[in-house]
């Protein structure tokens, strides 16, 4: 036993809890299987017993087909319509009818013995051979249990319509056998007294025997055939008497198709033609030599494993138990001096190892705070493009401990849409929470991401294609099948909304910061066209390249009106303008293209839903339209700036005017919710779907009041009407209204008002 025995038992337990598992999971199989197996074994049988009943058939019908065959013969017909006259026979019709039904008996086995008796001529004819007396053919085929006299008065001088003997003994040429016995009257018609001729089949038990011999030569078992009667019509492996015993036994089911009787499968099927009953029987050990060979399998298998199992949990047990022994003997002798009593061995090893790493946590802090600003550090120097080699860009990744799977990728920016222009440090620290939530989210969503901050509200993230991927396209799937789940928990759990724009794919780390400045562009171009998805470079509009007036300029004009900064946006003009200016040989042309540019940058805007429910709308489309590019530059210039200036008024209207209804929309759902007391900033903030520190900072602005404040005011409010009547005590006052005790209801109420509840309503009174 080991030093620490406790240790290794538990590790022990584990092993032989997984073990169990899977060996329940096989013993299901296993009995799955069985059954299986067994099912189809019995579906086989019935199969191959219905196959026995439809060949037996078949050649019965081929007998009474012969009987047809002959009732048509025209020779016969003459022959059984002849008058005898004295002693003579029409024996040229009889030796020429022999000749004719000798053939039958080469098409089938069952008529391979039978005759045909004409009644006129007392003769019985056969192939191959006639007997003018019948007592002649009696002599050699006779009935072991028929007299001649009985013979004759069963069989020759009755009338028989497709009539079937049971099975009988029977004597031919010496050799006793048992037979079974098709009679059939002609004409066909024949119903009563004596019949002009009659054919009998005399079908020896082998040949039916035969059909049924599958049951006991390959299993070993029994088949047995009886008439409607109960009469034995053919039988294998088993004697008449037992066949009638078994069915005459009441615990054997008549209408069941198989069943289980002593140690055999019995399986029935009755046959619709006839009414016979076909029967049969298997050993159940013979039935189930498939399954059971699976069972034996399963067993050693199951055994084997069970013992394997065993073996390598007990070693495995030793092997992960002796590394805990040997460091609980290390510690032992390193801290067992202190007297410290602990329940177990690993509240020891928890209290000693929370010791080290408590009085090394200063390194430890350090290293963790080090590691992601140099890894931090080296991202932005590469987004930035500060690397001119790829060997540099290896050095600075491999200090900052970061790897890249593959060189090959995309460069995007997410940014966390609804805090455009709001700056106050509770905006910043909740932008900095939002971002800290984002990159831990993509963090688990792709572990291969890289990410750096880039301002207070966007987030640069790196996407290298993966190992197996058949191309770009398959990676830009993947990306955006990541941000999709990005921006689903990032909306459901914390109410952050991101739009992500991205460039082109790198062919080298080395181009990253170009594919950097690709997405910043997109960026622009998403923030322009108020895109909150996903905008890749491809989407957005080149720009124009024949006169200063590039793209990012013009979506940054556009981003600058929409957030209502005038002052920025006419900075943006006059630089371009001036810039533009600056340029003595612009072609009037090229001026014409410009002009029409800006206008169209202008006239974009009014698209958007701010401007189109403005009253302002037509007439500052008028005034866009109305900018002629045959004016001079300073001219053209001072217009623009004018309508710059009309636009932004209008957006900072529209934007004091959503300000206002937000709050009006705060206000609401406070004034229906106060009595909840469960209400918080973060119910509210989900209400009107905005962050919270949004909503604080902006109610505060339009009511010079936080939020807290109003819900106590309106809480009070209420309160004072409550108070006003007695139809509710104080505690009951403060259920209704919202706090969860009265002791903070009357502090609540005391601060607001100057006086206690109580008191409040004695006041009332007087």
């Not at 009539?163 to 031919?172: A, D, Q």
């Not at 002593?262 to 029987?281: C, F, K, M, P």
């Not at 080149?542 to 007036?549: C, H, I, K, S």
């Not at 209804?661 to 609401?668: A, G, H, L, R, S």
Request: hydrophobic share 40%; with cysteine.
């Amino acid at each position: 036993m080991p030093k620490y025995s406790t240790i290794f038992r538990k590790f022990l337990l584990s092993y032989l809890i997984i073990l169990i598992i899977p060996s329940i999971a096989g013993f299901v199989s296993y009995r799955t299987s069985i059954a299986v197996t067994q099912s189809i074994s019995i579906e086989n049988s019935v199969t191959q017993l219905q196959r026995s009943q439809e060949i037996l058939e078949r050649r019965m019908d081929e007998v009474e087909g012969f009987t047809r065959q002959l009732a048509l013969n025209v020779d016969l017909n003459k022959l059984m319509n002849e008058k005898k006259t004295g002693d003579e026979v029409n024996v040229y019709g009889i030796w020429s009818m022999v000749k004719q039904v000798t053939p039958f008996s080469q098409t089938n086995d069952f008529l391979q013995n039978y005759f045909i008796y004409l009644n006129n001529y007392d003769v019985i004819f056969t192939q191959g051979s006639a007997y003018f007396r019948p007592e002649h053919y009696y002599q050699n085929f006779r009935y072991n249990d028929l007299s001649l006299e009985e013979w004759k008065k069963s069989v020759l001088d009755k009338t028989h319509r497709s009539e079937i003997m049971p099975l009988r003994s029977f004597t031919s040429n010496t050799k006793k056998t048992s037979v079974v016995t098709y009679m059939q009257s002609l004409p066909l018609d024949s119903f009563s007294g004596s019949s002009p001729a009659t054919v009998v089949v005399i079908i020896d038990e082998e040949n039916i025997s035969s059909l049924l011999a599958g049951f006991e030569d390959r299993y070993g078992g029994w088949a047995h055939i009886s008439d409607a009667q109960g009469n034995t019509v053919g039988l294998r492996g088993i004697s008449d008497a037992a066949a009638k015993k078994l069915s005459s036994d009441a615990r054997l089911g008549q209408d069941k198709v198989s069943q289980f009787y002593n140690d055999d499968l019995v399986i029935t099927i009755h046959s619709e033609q006839n009414g016979w009953t076909y029967r049969a029987g298997i050993p159940r050990q013979v039935l189930m030599e498939n399954a059971n060979q699976i069972k034996y399998i399963t067993w050693l298998v199951t055994g084997a494993a069970l013992l394997l199992g065993l073996l390598a949990g007990l070693l495995l047990s030793y092997r992960n138990s002796a590394p805990i022994n040997r460091l609980l003997t290390v510690m032992k002798e390193q801290f067992g001096k202190d007297g410290i009593t602990v329940r177990n061995e690993y509240d020891f090893l928890h209290g000693n190892i929370s010791s080290i790493m408590t009085s090394n946590r200063h390194l430890e802090n350090e290293l963790k705070r080090q590691l992601p600003l140099v890894r931090d550090g080296f991202l932005k120097r590469l987004v930035a493009g500060d690397f001119q080699t790829s060997e540099e860009i290896s050095a600075a990744a491999a200090q900052a401990d970061t790897s890249f799977e593959t060189n090959e990728g995309y460069v995007g920016i997410l940014q966390i849409n609804g805090y455009s222009g709001m700056d106050s440090v509770e905006i910043l620290n909740e932008l900095y929470a939002a971002r800290l939530i984002l990159k831990q989210t993509l963090s688990d969503l792709d572990s291969r991401l890289h990410m750096t901050d880039l301002g207070s509200d966007r987030i640069v993230t790196i996407f290298t294609t993966k190992e197996g991927d058949l191309g770009f396209e398959e990676t830009r799937q993947r990306m955006e099948v990541t941000l999709e789940k990005l921006a689903e928990i990032a909306y459901a759990e914390y109410k952050i909304s991101i739009t992500a724009a991205f460039g082109d794919a790198f062919l080298a780390i080395i181009d990253v910061s170009h594919s950097y400045e690709q997405a910043k562009q997109t960026m622009e171009y998403a923030e322009y066209n108020s895109k909150t998805s996903f905008v890749w470079f491809s989407d957005s509009r080149p720009e124009t390249a024949t006169y200063y007036y590039p793209m990012d300029i013009e979506q940054r004009l556009i981003s600058t009106i929409r957030a209502g900064e005038p002052d920025e946006a006419k900075r943006m003009v006059l630089s371009v303008m001036e810039k533009n200016m600056e340029n003595q040989q612009l072609s009037v042309e090229m001026k014409q293209q410009l002009v029409g540019e800006l206008k169209g940058t202008l006239l974009k805007l009014l698209d958007q839903k701010a401007f189109m429910e403005s009253e302002l709308l037509h007439s500052l489309k008028n005034q866009i339209i109305g900018i002629q590019a045959s004016n001079a530059i300073g001219v053209i210039q001072d217009e623009i700036v004018e309508i710059v200036e009309a636009l932004c008024s209008v957006i900072n209207s529209k934007k004091n005017h959503a300000h206002i209804q937000t709050v009006e929309e705060i206000k609401k759902f406070i004034a229906e919710a106060y009595g909840d007391s469960e209400l918080t900033l973060y119910r509210i903030a989900e209400k009107v779907e905005r962050p919270e520190k949004y909503i604080s900072q902006l109610f505060k602005e339009v009511t010079d009041i936080n939020v807290s404040d109003y819900l106590e005011m309106i809480r009070i409010e209420q309160a004072t009407a409550l108070l006003r009547t007695n139809a509710c005590t104080v505690d009951e006052i403060a259920a209704r209204v919202g706090y969860n005790s009265s002791h903070s209801f009357r502090r609540a109420f005391k601060r607001v008002m100057g006086v206690a509840p109580s008191s409040y309503r004695q006041s009332i009174k007087i």
